[in-house]
């Protein structure tokens, strides 16, 4: 590919980061970081290190546990994300001024050079000003709307792409840095720590990265490998350790795939790693209750005055595990006067991922109020049209239903936030 940027600059012949493509750049840039909440950078100072694997799977993790996000690759020279998450034939719409990101699901956005090259064995043969340009096109022209992440996957050393990308997002960008636990992974990465401190971005952590083996069969993590480089450099350098993923075969078939690890395996040791990376991050932002005012019984209501609510119970109380209850009360109540009309308790089906959302939302339930639910099953909730509170204290779910009505039921920590 020659040296000159994307078909999207209204300019001709000079390049996106040409004197006549500026005006006004700094102002179409400043409103498209302000719909932005959390800048989110992906670094390594070393290649091969699953940086692209990870930063994707943050992303799909972010957007299961109901965030808005959009994940942007810059790395020009070897663009991953659209492998990763099996978008290689998608080309996404370039019109005037704008750039329409591809859609991977209702709360995830995706953009890359990798889907506006011509052909995946096309080089792309570009200096650092062309490459810089591009990066900041990718953010002020691309429709990325109010998203509550922006997750920055970069490629590896400390040049052009992650320079730009840091000093293009701004000053309040965050960077979670990847390694390997080896020593010669570790000693470049220590480089990434440095220059993060040298632009004045703060770091949100490190991680590491094929640590351990987890083997299929037996499903434990064996350290057959050198683990705990990381965690170390995290100590000597005074930043926050993320976390370890162990290296699982699992991991290279999704990515060869294109597939997030994380859609499909909740419960494995590589996918509870994720998400205790990702735990940091939903801390930024609000948890997916807070993020809107708890719903009221007016904004639920149907067609027909009715509204119907799903409490779990066990031992005739509110259930503080949502996907250990022994059965649902479903409660139908007339939205007008706020009053009960019909109780009745249904067994579910036995509880596996993503079944209990779709049986509740069959049953035409509105709202389920919950002591704890993990990201995904709210995420999945979502989906359904079906709105959540979590939080909510054990009590018998008459007292449950009688406090939400009358607007004084008190929610506290998710239980179950995984």
Not at 123 to 131: D, S
Not at 390 to 402: F, K, M, R, Y
Request: glycine fraction near 10%; include cysteine.
């Amino acid at each position: 590919m020659s040296d000159h940027a994307c078909g999207s600059c209204s300019s001709s012949g000079s390049g996106c980061s040409s004197q006549g493509c500026s005006g006004g750049e700094d102002q179409k840039l400043n409103k498209a970081l302000s719909r932005i909440k959390h800048k989110i950078v992906v670094l390594s100072g070393k290649g091969g290190v699953g940086k692209s694997t990870v930063a994707t799977n943050i992303a799909v993790a972010l957007s299961l546990a109901g965030k808005q996000v959009g994940l942007l690759d810059v790395d020009v020279h070897g663009p991953s994300v659209p492998r990763l998450l099996s978008l290689e034939e998608e080309k996404p719409h370039i019109g005037h001024e704008v750039i329409e990101p591809i859609s991977w699901s209702k709360n995830l956005w995706v953009m890359s050079l990798g889907f506006m090259l011509p052909s995946k064995e096309d080089p792309v043969i570009w200096r650092g000003p062309v490459k810089i340009g591009l990066i900041k096109q990718f953010v002020q022209d691309v429709a990325w709307n109010d998203l509550d992440f922006l997750v920055v996957d970069c490629p590896p050393g400390t040049g052009d792409e992650p320079l730009s990308a840091l000093q293009t997002l701004g000053s309040d960008a965050q960077t979670v840095i990847v390694t390997t636990p080896q020593g010669i992974a570790v000693d470049d990465v220590r480089r990434s720590v440095n220059f993060c401190k040298q632009l004045g971005n703060p770091i949100l952590g490190i991680v590491e990265n094929m640590s351990g083996f987890a083997c299929p069969d037996c499903g434990k993590v064996h350290e057959i490998f050198n683990s705990g480089g990381g965690e170390e450099l995290a100590k000597e350098t005074g930043v926050n350790f993320l976390g370890r993923i162990p290296l699982d075969p699992e991991v290279g078939r999704a990515g060869d795939e294109g597939y997030p690890l994380l859609r499909v395996d909740h419960d494995s040791p590589t996918a509870q790693a994720m998400n205790t990376i990702i735990k940091p991050m939903l801390n930024l932002s609000e948890s997916l209750q807070e993020s809107e005012k708890m719903p009221s019984i007016e904004n639920l209501e149907t067609d027909s005055g009715m509204v119907r609510i799903a409490i779990p119970v066990a031992e005739g109380k509110l259930c503080q595990h949502f996907g250990h209850c022994q059965q649902f009360a479903i409660v139908d109540v007339d939205a007008s006067s706020k009053s009960v009309v019909a109780t009745t308790m249904e067994t579910p089906p036995p509880h596996e991922p993503g079944v209990l959302p779709k049986w509740i939302a069959d049953r035409g339930v509105k709202l389920v109020i919950a002591g704890g639910m993990g990201a995904r099953a709210q995420s999945l909730f979502t989906d359904q049209g079906v709105k959540v509170i979590v939080g909510a204290q054990s009590d018998a779910h008459e007292n449950v239903i009688a406090n939400y009505l009358a607007g004084s039921l008190t929610t506290g920590v998710n239980t179950c936030d995984h």
